[in-house]
């Protein structure tokens, strides 16, 4: 989906009744309770399932998808790829742990998500609240998942704990927009500049930090005391 100059700084809507949803999900069971959560929605999605990353990726070549629910239990290699291959497509994704899990961290942060949920805690009204974040721009992430990167972004910093990354005034501005939930393309209507600008401050920030997404940056910034 694209949007013109105007449209980048408002929150986003999805056309018609809500976006068109596939769920990538290995057991039936969960298939048809998260469609069913979806299918109960104000905005109901036009929601469609699979059971594989390969039958996702095969789907996103011929079909119009907005969002991609996507189990954890599926593993790094399968992820990494479906998220290469659905991001050209503009199809953001959501992942869905069944738990908030420490072991999960090292290399869940390492893929792209748009968002996460967690299945135990999983209600319409927090998959309507993930959407609705979706829809301004934001990062849906559970507050459990949200503590379990703070924690992990310490321990990865490990000696150099007191050692504050230093930042240009700009990078410092993107940080703090980062941590807001906007996108790239929203900061670069703020600052009135081109979204490859924007692209390249949020490549030095993840350099500068030693971060794999913008999720550990803001975790990591946090940490150092760089954001309120």
């Known amino acids: 989906m694209s949007f013109t100059q105007a449209e980048c700084d408002e929150p986003r809507a999805w056309p018609g009744a809500g976006p068109a949803v596939l769920t990538v999900l290995p057991h039936e069971i969960t298939r048809r309770g998260i469609g069913s959560l979806l299918d109960g929605l104000s905005r109901r999605p036009a929601t469609e399932a699979c059971a594989s990353p390969g039958e996702a990726v095969d789907r996103l070549r011929t079909e119009s998808f907005d969002l991609l629910i996507v189990s954890a239990a599926y593993g790094e290699p399968q992820l990494t790829e479906l998220v290469e291959r659905a991001t050209p497509y ?68 490990g000696g150099h704990r007191g050692l504050r990354v230093q930042l240009t005034p700009r990078e410092r501005a993107v940080l703090g927009l980062i941590a807001e939930g906007l996108s790239n393309r929203m900061i670069a209507h703020r600052f009135g500049i081109s979204e490859h600008g924007v692209k390249r401050h949020v490549a030095n920030l993840l350099a500068k930090f030693n971060c794999a997404n913008r999720a550990q940056v803001v975790s990591v910034a946090l940490q150092q005391g760089l954001l309120a």
């Open 90 to 157: 503009g199809v953001k994704v959501l992942l869905l742990l069944e738990s908030a899990e420490p072991g999960l961290i090292p290399w869940i942060a390492t893929i792209p998500f748009d968002g996460y949920l967690i299945q135990e805690d999983l209600t319409a009204e927090s998959i309507a609240e993930a959407l609705s974040r979706l829809d301004r721009g934001k990062l849906p992430i559970p507050d459990a998942l949200a503590r379990l990167f703070i924690s992990q972004a310490g321990r990865t910093r």
